[in-house]
């Protein structure tokens, strides 16, 4: 992993930062070590972003993803993460009151903004088989995907060898952004398949939760070296903090905040920063609370525009 030291949505050097742990999950399957590693959960102090210091390369990144849900990475996770349950693993993206109510936000954010008979060619990219591109935008529906799922019916899956042979009229980027170690270069790359004006729908879950007054101080970060001594302590706080994170929407005061697969948290502000800075043109941005198939999970949408001459 490497560190930085300016907030990847703003540039901005300004911030407040708090002791965090990369989760022993990450630390065993992706880093290949048994160690736990401490990191820095950050806070710009201009745009606001919410951040971990540390950041995947790479290799890392294609460790994580390579195999993702598969059954060596839910083999791995449960190992670290007793809670965390095949019918989780199996679940995510695919419950249908799910991907209903991730429809039915896109269609909200899109429909009133935009002339839909305009929209033809839609691509989802990172999208799984196509299943959140809704029913009614598009005539065309292409899902740019490197896992080997097979797209859904009437849905093109396209590869780097052939998705530039398509001009897009609305690219969706959902649940990506937070993965990224550099969101800059993952919107540089989306920005080559613009032709004319291209639409963007991108969404983000919204996990900033409020920071307990106490992790600032030096003693939070003597107990987090204490219970990283103790095996079991760090297991169970780990498990106290995400259910409380997941189901209260808040970190307990002796949890902690640990970098996961989600190195980034956005808000609307943050979001909207970083797009603006690509040279994004900012359509429609909010929030939405939604009930997910295991807890309730909030979201940003953001519909934008990108031109070239
Ligand atoms: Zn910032």
């Known amino acids: 992993m490497y560190a930085i030291d300016r907030c990847p949505c703003c540039n901005s050097r300004e911030n407040r930062s708090f002791p965090a742990i990369v989760a022993p999950f990450i630390s065993d399957y992706v880093l290949g070590q048994n160690a736990l590693r401490f990191c820095k959960l950050v806070e710009c102090g201009n745009c606001t972003f919410r951040y971990f210091d540390l950041r995947y390369d ?31 693993n199996d679940g995510i993206g695919h419950n249908a009151d799910e991907i209903k109510n991730r429809k039915d936000f896109v269609s909200g954010m899109i429909l009133p ?132 994170r997941l189901l209260l929407g808040r970190f307990p005061r002796w949890g902690f905040a640990k970098l996961h697969e989600h190195i980034n948290y956005y808000n609307e502000k943050s979001l909207a920063e970083l797009l603006l800075r690509e040279g994004f043109r900012i359509i429609a941005c909010k929030g939405d609370d939604c009930k997910s198939h295991s807890h309730i999970a909030r979201k940003i949408g953001c519909l934008a525009s990108f031109s070239k001459q």
Not at 133 to 161: F, H, Q, R
Not at 189 to 198: N, Y
Not at 212 to 231: D, M, Q, V
Request: include cysteine; hydrophobic fraction near 35%.
């Open 113 to 244: 903004h935009l002339d839909n008979s305009k929209i033809v060619n839609v691509l989802d990219y990172g999208g799984d088989k196509g299943q959140f591109i809704p029913e009614g935008i598009g005539a065309n529906k292409y899902v740019y995907e490197l896992s080997d799922v097979l797209p859904l019916p009437g849905t093109v899956k396209l590869n780097d060898g052939n998705i530039h042979d398509h001009r897009y009229d609305l690219i969706m980027l959902c649940h990506v952004l937070e993965h990224c170690s550099d969101p800059s270069g993952m919107l540089g790359k989306i920005k080559q398949l613009v032709q004319g004006t291209t639409f963007f729908y991108f969404e983000v879950p919204f996990e900033n939760y409020p920071i307990p007054p106490n992790w600032a101080s030096a003693a939070y970060e003597r107990y987090l070296h204490i219970i990283a001594g103790a095996g079991t302590m760090v297991v169970l706080c780990d498990c106290i903090s995400t259910v409380s």
């Open 58 to 88: 790479e290799k890392e990144t294609a460790a994580l993803y390579r195999n993702y849900r598969g059954e060596s990475y839910y083999l791995a996770r449960h190992r670290h993460e007793f809670w965390y349950r095949r019918k989780d």
